[in-house]
């Protein structure tokens, strides 16, 4: 789920020059919230042209245990055979 982000220009992003994108885990977070159990992560990507970083962006990432599915009603998928 996205939590949240920042953008950085540090640069001209120029048309036509080749951009390459860096992506990494800048850090990671283990929390206990009013859901449950969840893991904060912050990534981090750049994008350079001519080997200097011309946009720098963060994203906070937050990811849960997948949700239980609900419990069938009694007697769902059954049949009669007894007809």
Same mark, same amino acid.
């Given at each position: ?7 950085? =220009? ?10 390459? =994108? ?18 904060? $992560? ?6 350079? /042209?001519?080997?200097?970083? $011309? *946009? /720098?962006?963060? /994203?906070? *990432?937050?990811?849960? @245990? %997948? %949700?239980?599915?609900? %419990? ?5 998928? @059954? ?5």
């Amino acid at each position: 789920m996205w939590a949240g982000g920042t953008v950085r =220009r540090i640069g001209p992003l120029l048309v036509g020059s080749t951009a390459t =994108r860096r992506s990494y885990v800048l850090c990671t977070h283990d929390k206990v919230g009013r859901s449950g159990p969840m893991t904060l $992560v912050t990534v981090r990507h750049e994008i350079s /042209q001519d080997g200097r970083v $011309v *946009i /720098q962006e963060n /994203q906070d *990432i937050v990811y849960r @245990q %997948a %949700a239980l599915a609900p %419990a069938p009603p009694a007697g769902a998928g @059954q049949t009669d055979h007894a007809r």
